[in-house]
């Protein structure tokens, strides 16, 4: 018996899948089949765990955490049949990077309605560069599929062996037949988006910047210059005009982000006033 | 089938029955079977006998087939075939010896080897046209060969009963050597000869030199045996038209013998022997196709490390893994300690197991068996070093390379060199961005 592949999938596609099936046969496992047509039994995830709950009773703890990524959230659920799972998850205190491989849980209180989980095999401590890497991954597996999806929405009849041929892998050839005959035309766009944000996620000029810490010496040296120069241009003694200091400072080299930034610190400290709106002078 | 052509199997099946049932009843019986069902003959005829009670070994006539409608495991299997070639062999069946038959018979859609379990019942010769009845088929190393037992009968028909055989002349199929796999006959490879070397070996009692080595192409590499002396040196670029491969230690192997024809090549574009040994990264799912690999280079997640990784004790006399200090064969023995890992890499298209032995593992830990001896002896437990390795390495990216074997447990790696990636996710990310954006 082949091990089952442990798949890269955001939490976002994984949630929005509605479509399980299995082989037949008393043995052979089931799948969760995704819109982009990911046939999953096993996944890998790595994550941020948000939460940690014991939904079961101290005698018998089933444990039952949340886990985030870039996309959205996978819950796990581990208890008396996972011990190594709810071991690990059980010590664990969130926020905390954490790598799980598990296979796929779903509960269906009516048909219609499932509730996907993972049941996790393994749960360890990551860290953010496991979290990075896992992320790009995803990437990849959602961009090739992406691209197979899109195929598929082109042929007519969509068959495997039709996108075997053009050089998909059974696998996900197999899995892509399956999604599109359960989900129809999905919106592509959507998942695109998802897939350039998850990209810019890892990148860090796409990133919310972090608060600045400049080197206290080098702020203290502009405040310097920057009061220097104040005073220096403060002619007529009714200030120096903004505009003026503006270009002089630019002359030596400083940013305007920069110069705003030390000059409104000035006024906060009491260094500097506005006598007149675009006026600065020395205290 | 027509009705003249069923008839004598409707004799067949009452005659097995005991003429209990009447021939109309099975004639109608039989042809349900093979027009609505559409069940092959000897299936329904089987079928029928047992619906009745009976006993289908009683069944005399097969269905005539042609060799390649063979299928392993048929039952009352008739031909009318030609002996390409037939050989002795002495075997031993609970301690008597006992001589049997097998070769090859042909027909003109193709040959199929046999085994004549009852060599006295069976006096033929290479270029015989026989009719064979009630033999049976078997499959044995991916494929089907005939088995004449006790109740086979083989007759010898007239020489123009069958046109002579002649050899299909078949052009070679070429294949890239990445595309090898077991199982395959009259291949054309082109590859430069990594390495070579000459031994003896024993074959049904003779002295034979085999040359074996590693032979490689762009897409891959190879084990190869000549059967014969090519006169291959290493370095060489061989064209080998009408080689075979079979699968052997779970990889495909490349074998020729003097029916090969082989030839140099002053192939200066050919890839160089570096060049073929350098590693090139394969998606294990491309493993697992093949069936196995030679010197493959995996990139993948170590998601498991599993039991019986870390400080694991040996028995001295067979090597194997002791369980709680006792060999699965030798009992309680003083084990010898040693180091390994057995992990499940995953690259997101499969997966394999991986084990990476005592060298790597140290190299991973950063420490020696002695001072693992020594932390688990402080712990008082060995487990603690498989904990250790886990905390190391569970969720790292991580680079193999080694051979690859298949069995129906899946892939299994013996890792000549492991290392721990560090990737930069950024400019990966940057690139996969920049080209969803072109």
């Known amino acids: ?283 | 089938m027509e009705k003249e052509n069923i008839a004598p199997h409707v004799k067949d099946i009452t005659r097995a029955l005991g003429n209990k049932v009447s021939e109309a009843n099975i004639e109608r019986e039989l042809n349900s079977y093979l027009t609505v069902y559409r069940v092959p003959l000897g299936t329904a005829k089987r079928s029928i006998v047992k619906k009745h009670g009976g006993n289908p070994s009683l069944l005399s006539l097969g269905a005539q087939k042609t060799i390649v409608d063979l299928t392993p495991n048929e039952f009352s299997v008739d031909l009318l075939a030609r002996v390409v070639s037939v050989n002795e062999r002495e075997i031993e069946v609970e301690g008597v010896s006992k001589t049997i038959l097998y070769g090859i018979f042909g027909d003109s859609t193709g040959t199929v080897p046999f085994t004549a379990w009852e060599a006295d019942a069976m006096d033929v010769e290479k270029g015989d046209v026989v009719k064979i009845q009630n033999a049976y088929t078997k499959e044995f190393r991916g494929e089907v060969q005939l088995n004449l037992g006790n109740r086979t009968s083989v007759e010898k028909e007239s020489p123009d009963a069958l046109p002579p055989y002649v050899p299909p002349e078949r052009p070679a199929t070429s294949v890239e050597l990445g595309d090898l796999r077991g199982g395959m006959s009259n291949v054309s490879v082109v590859g430069r000869i990594i390495s070579i070397e000459s031994r003896e070996v024993n074959v049904e009692g003779q002295k034979k030199t085999v040359f074996s080595g590693l032979i490689g192409d762009s897409t891959g590499k190879a084990q190869f045996s000549a059967w014969a002396d090519f006169e291959l040196r290493e370095g060489d670029v061989a064209k080998i038209d009408g080689g075979y491969s079979k699968t052997w230690r779970g990889m495909p192997q490349l074998g020729f013998d003097q029916r090969a024809n082989v030839e140099i090549l002053k192939d200066t574009d050919f890839p160089s022997a570096e060049d073929i040994m350098s590693p090139v990264r394969r998606w294990i799912e491309e493993i697992a196709e093949r069936g196995g690999a030679v010197d493959a280079t995996v990139r993948g997640i170590l998601i498991d490390v599993k039991e019986g990784s870390g400080l694991i004790f040996r028995c001295p006399e067979c090597n194997r893994v002791l369980r709680k200090g006792t060999c699965r064969i030798h009992g309680e023995v003083d084990g010898t300690p040693d180091l390994r890992v057995k992990a499940v890499i995953d690259d997101g298209s499969a997966a394999l197991t991986a084990i990476l032995g005592k060298d790597i593992t140290e190299g991973l830990l950063g420490k020696s068996l002695k001072d693992c001896m020594d932390t688990a002896k402080e712990a008082m437990s060995h487990e603690v070093i498989r904990d250790e390795l886990a905390d190391l390495l569970v969720a790292q990216p991580v680079e193999l390379r080694g051979n690859v074997t298949s069995d129906d447990y899946g892939l299994m790696m013996i890792s000549e060199s492991a290392e721990v990636l560090e990737i930069d996710v950024q400019e990966e990310a940057q690139k996969l961005l920049s080209d969803l954006e072109e």
């Open chain 1, 1 to 283: 018996m082949r091990r089952e592949v442990a798949w890269r999938v955001f939490a976002k596609e994984y949630s929005d899948s509605d479509f399980q099936f299995s082989e037949g046969g008393e043995r052979s496992p089931s799948y969760v089949v995704t819109p982009l047509g990911a046939k999953i039994n096993r996944l890998f995830v790595v994550g941020v765990i948000t939460d940690i709950d014991n939904v079961g009773s101290d005698d018998q703890p089933m444990w039952r955490a949340r886990l985030s990524d870039p996309t959205g959230v996978y819950v796990l659920s581990a208890g008396l049949y996972q011990p190594e799972a709810a071991r690990t998850l059980s010590g664990i205190e969130p926020p905390t990077f954490a790598a799980v491989m598990g296979k796929t849980r779903v509960y269906s209180p009516e048909e219609g309605t499932l509730y996907l989980s993972i049941r996790p095999e393994i749960v360890s401590v990551a860290n953010d560069a496991v979290r990075n890497y896992w992320t790009l991954e995803c990437c990849r597996s959602l961009r090739t599929r992406l691209d197979a999806v899109a195929e598929a929405f082109k042929m007519d009849p969509l068959t495997k062996e039709g996108l075997v041929a053009l050089g998909h892998s059974e696998r996900i050839a197999d899995g892509i037949v399956r999604a599109v005959d359960h989900y129809g035309t999905v919106d592509l766009d959507r998942y695109r988006l998802m897939l350039v944000d998850a990209l810019k996620y890892l990148l860090p000029e796409s990133r919310p910047a972090p608060p600045e810490e400049k080197d206290e010496e080098e702020e203290s040296e502009l405040d310097e210059y920057v009061l220097e120069l104040i005073g220096k241009l403060d002619t007529d003694g009714k200030g120096a005009d903004w505009e003026t200091l503006l270009e002089a400072s630019k002359k030596d080299g400083v940013q305007k982000d920069d110069l705003e930034q030390t000059v409104n610190s000035l006024l906060d400290n009491g260094r500097a006033y506005e006598p007149v709106i675009g006026k600065l002078k020395r205290i």
